[in-house]
């Protein structure tokens, strides 16, 4: 409404500027170089508001562009986050597994020679007391020829599952190598460890497999030593073993210790 009212004026107001009848009055030229004047400032006026009116628009464009272009950033990042997870998860699951092929037996998924060597090496570093025993399974070589190497597998793994189920949270159990296994029994002197390992060879030589018609069950022999404060690993070891030869010797299934 004040638009309108101001236009009607200034309408009004040329009217009479433009009339020859007003020509004379000594307020006429002032009047004219005012109304001149003040249609020049709203000329002015408009041209500023139209510029501001386009700049403020511009910058809404600008506003809206860069918004856009921040989301599609903020998406891109998100996206390469994702995959950056994704990437590491595989990762870890990868260094697991190598870890896991590198320290364990993949047939048997028990520990390897490597794993239990460095198990070994931290016991006698921290001077705890442990007996090894050195399981071998007895003519295990005929059943692989008469049998067959899958036929053979299979009763790596049940003996395996066996000793697993048998030892204590604390032993170890290891895949020495073919048909030979490494029991860690860790605080444990030669007498308990020849009770447990007399239990153990028991108790597998109940362990089956079923082929066609045919049922195979084995014995082991076991050669046992005590580890002796100040010598390095590998010589229990090599006792035990020269345990387990005298066992095989004498006649397997059966279990002989070193002398102390």
């Known amino acids: 409404m004040k638009d309108d009212h101001d236009e009607a004026l200034l309408a009004e107001i040329a009217t009479l500027l433009d009339s020859s009848e007003h020509a004379g009055h000594p307020l006429h030229d002032a009047l004219q170089r005012l109304y001149r004047h003040h249609c020049e400032q709203r000329g002015q006026m408009h041209r500023l508001i139209d510029i501001s009116d386009r700049y403020q628009l511009l910058a809404m464009e600008a506003r809206q562009v860069t918004q856009q272009r921040y989301e599609r950033t903020l998406r891109r990042q998100r996206k390469l986050s994702r995959i950056s997870d994704g990437y590491q998860a595989l990762m870890h699951e990868r260094n697991k597994a190598l870890r896991q092929a590198s320290t364990h ?21 921290e001077h705890r007391a442990f007996t090894l025993a050195l399981l071998d399974i007895d003519h295990f070589k005929r059943i692989n020829d008469h049998h067959g190497h899958d036929v053979g597998d299979r009763v790596l793994v049940a003996l395996t599952q066996a000793l697993s189920a048998s030892l204590r949270e604390y032993d170890l159990c290891a895949r020495w ?13 030669r007498n308990e460890a020849s009770t447990i390992v007399e239990r153990l060879r028991s108790r597998l030589s109940k362990v089956t497999v079923r082929t066609g018609q045919q049922t195979i069950s084995v014995t082991v022999s076991a050669g046992l030593s005590q580890h002796r404060p100040g010598d390095p690993h590998h010589l229990t070891v090599k006792r035990a073993d020269q345990a387990l030869l005298k066992a095989k010797r004498a006649g397997r299934d059966r279990i002989l210790s070193d002398s102390l």
């Open 105 to 125: 037996d993949p047939l048997t998924e028990l520990p390897n020679r490597r794993l239990i060597c460095e198990r070994l090496e931290t016991l006698v570093a």
């Open 177 to 189: 190598g073919g048909e030979e296994f490494l029991l860690l029994l860790v605080d444990t002197d």
